[in-house]
């Protein structure tokens, strides 16, 4: 049985008037679409254990029937411990959390690097690819160079009232590092597929990511 890696945020605050954390629908949907799919799926974290939720993200009429899959965010393993090598893909959810955690983390990095090098599938959606920013491949070019993708774009940042409290922009750094960003109307549904690499560009996506990131699995 093939393996997917979900990697979290733990970061659960923005500042101190400001919640975050994971944006339960971008975890949710891909987490149900990779089991029903037949996949196992390992839920880590860059420290383990409970996930912190975006409360704005508990307002969606699904919450209730995810109630079994919200189990498996309050024991996460700790991404450090796990061995990347048992993985054939690694997806990263949403949630302005990841903005303040996981560009800073060298397991993500050293993870991602393995993945691309060896030629292994690589997701995310929304503020996930924020786990991709600053990360280098061994030839020294950075993860997302030339590679044709998306993410939360600044239109929909700005639109959030949170752009001026964000650490960058994640169009614009990605965009700085390389990325080929495509992007579709604010709050619409997209996902680019480059290769390996599956991208969503928001909540919206996050269904249709998942299908995607299936897709290059299978």
Avoid at 181 to 204: C, L, M, Y
Wanted: aromatic share 8%; charged share 25%; with cysteine.
């Amino acid at each position: 049985m093939k393996k997917i890696l979900m990697v979290l945020t733990n970061a659960s605050k923005i500042d101190d008037e400001h919640e975050t954390g994971l944006w339960l629908s971008e975890f949710a949907e891909p987490y149900e679409e990779f089991t029903n799919q037949g996949f196992e799926v390992d839920v880590a974290s860059l420290k383990g254990g409970r996930i912190p939720l975006d409360p704005n993200s508990l307002d969606d009429e699904n919450v209730e029937t995810w109630k079994g899959i919200t189990k498996e965010l309050d024991q996460t393993l700790v991404l450090s411990q796990l061995n990347v090598n048992e993985y054939h893909g690694i997806f990263l959810p949403g949630g302005h959390g990841t903005m303040f955690d996981l560009p800073d983390s060298p397991e993500l990095k050293e993870a991602l690097a393995h993945f691309a090098e060896n030629n292994k599938a690589i997701g995310a959606v929304c503020h996930g690819p924020a786990g991709f920013t600053g990360t280098k491949l061994s030839n020294g070019k950075f993860l997302v160079d030339g590679i044709s993708m998306t993410g939360f774009t600044n239109e929909e940042e700005q639109q959030t009232g949170l752009d001026s409290l964000m650490p960058f922009l994640l169009e614009t750094r990605l965009r700085e590092q390389g990325a080929q960003f495509e992007k579709s109307e604010a709050w619409s549904e997209h996902v680019i597929t480059d290769g390996k690499f599956v991208t969503g560009q928001n909540p919206q996506s996050s269904q249709v990511t998942a299908e995607a990131f299936v897709k290059v699995l299978s």
